[in-house]
């Protein structure tokens, strides 16, 4: 099995969106803290304000709802539509660097910029939530053939066919 490498963006677009952590109870961008020091982790401007704390939580939102479909799952449109509202206000100008063709002075520019070229280059349906809903992960499906499900077959893949496995059991 051949292992694609993730880029720099899905690499960014995976790390934004696995600022919630379902399992753990834990997010990230709980306060403008939280959000000044995940933008500083990355190498971004953290000059960010309350506004941008909603924004980028918006964004976030419709990122994960976003990457359900690329398991298969239908998504809710509402956060989506939210945070398209977010990305509209999102100023990008393109520019003819192709190491950086979009630039912007907005601190979530970077997480728009990473989501236009992961779309673009169609490698978006390598980010994949899991379906666990108790897990809700973000991972990179490095498979050639784009099949990866869960985020791990140890723990949310077992426990769902172990799941399924009871059930075929109950029914029969």
Not at 4 to 33: K, W, Y
Not at 46 to 55: K, T, V
Not at 163 to 168: I, S
Request: charged share 30%; net charge neutral; hydrophobic share 40%.
């Amino acid at each position: 099995m051949e292992y694609v490498e993730p880029t720099r963006e899905t690499l960014l677009l995976e790390s934004f969106a696995n600022t919630v952590d379902i399992e753990e109870g834990t997010d990230l961008l709980d306060t403008l803290h939280g959000l000044r020091d995940w933008l500083a982790s990355h190498g971004l401007p953290a000059e960010a304000r309350d506004a941008d704390l909603r924004r980028a939580r918006a964004l976030r939102a419709g990122l994960r709802e976003r990457l359900l479909a690329a398991n298969g799952e239908t998504p809710d449109p509402t956060p989506i539509a939210e945070a398209e509202a977010v990305l509209r206000t999102l100023p990008l100008t393109a520019r003819l660097d192709p190491e950086d063709p979009l630039r912007g002075d907005d601190p979530l520019t970077p997480v728009a910029r990473a989501w236009v070229i992961t779309a673009a280059t169609g490698e978006w349906l390598r980010l994949k939530q899991c379906p666990n809903h108790e897990c809700g992960w973000v991972f990179w499906d490095a498979t050639r053939s784009r099949t990866r499900r869960w985020c791990s077959m140890r723990v949310c893949g077992n426990r769902a066919k172990a799941r399924a496995f009871a059930e075929r059991r109950r029914t029969t």
